[in-house]
Nanobody, 115 residues
C-alpha cells in the first residue's frame, strides 16, 4: 500500500509564492509518476503538473510559466513551486502517485490567495 501526504498550503497575497510538498511512503518501489492536481468546490479536478521517474514533466496550460514541479526519486518526494499566484488559484491541491495499476491520493492542502 502507498500513502501520500502533502503540505505547504496556506494564505498568500496576490502575486506571492508558495511551495507545496508531498511525500509517498509504503510500497513505493513501483511508483513511476508523481504530480499535483487541484479541485475547486463543484468543479472537476484539474491535473496541474506531473513528473515521471525519468524526469519528464508536464504542465497544465493554466500554470505554464508560473509553476515548477521537481522530484526526488530516492526520497519519493515531489514539490510544486508556484509563483505569481492569483485569487483564482484559491483551491485545494492534491498530490498523487501512480504505479502500474493504481493512483494514490493525498488528503489535500488548501491554498488561499487573498489580500
Amino acid at each position: 500500500q502507498v500513502q501520500v501526504v502533502e503540505s505547504g498550503g496556506g494564505l498568500v497575497q496576490p502575486g506571492g509564492s508558495l511551495r507545496l510538498d508531498c511525500a509517498a511512503t509504503g510500497s513505493t518501489l513501483d511508483i513511476y509518476d508523481m504530480g499535483w492536481s487541484r479541485q475547486a468546490p463543484g468543479k472537476q479536478r484539474e491535473l496541474v503538473a506531473y513528473s515521471t521517474r525519468s524526469g519528464s514533466t508536464n504542465y497544465a496550460d493554466s500554470v505554464k510559466g508560473s509553476a515548477t514541479i521537481s522530484r526526488d526519486n530516492a526520497k519519493n518526494t515531489v514539490f510544486l513551486q508556484m509563483n505569481s499566484l492569483k485569487p483564482m488559484d484559491t483551491v485545494v491541491y492534491y498530490c498523487l502517485a501512480v504505479n502500474q495499476s493504481r493512483e494514490f491520493w493525498g488528503q489535500g492542502t488548501l491554498v488561499t490567495v487573498s489580500s
